[in-house]
């Protein structure tokens, strides 16, 4: 999988990982990863495209 950048609203800081998983939600697209520096997730936006990829890989 390629490596996306996230943003922690918690702790305010950014990390990238590919350690992610894709989901649907309400008919957009989310990249889902868990926080380094917590137990809480992350979630991206994506594009219908762009996730269309991402599950391909």
Excluded: I
């Amino acid at each position: 999988m390629d490596q996306l950048s996230f943003y922690d609203v918690k702790t305010k800081s950014k990390f990238n990982t590919k350690d992610f998983t894709v989901k649907e939600k309400g008919g957009r697209f989310f990249a889902v990863a868990k926080s380094p520096k917590g137990t809480h997730e992350c979630w991206r936006v994506l594009s219908k495209v762009q996730a269309a990829e991402l599950k391909k890989k």
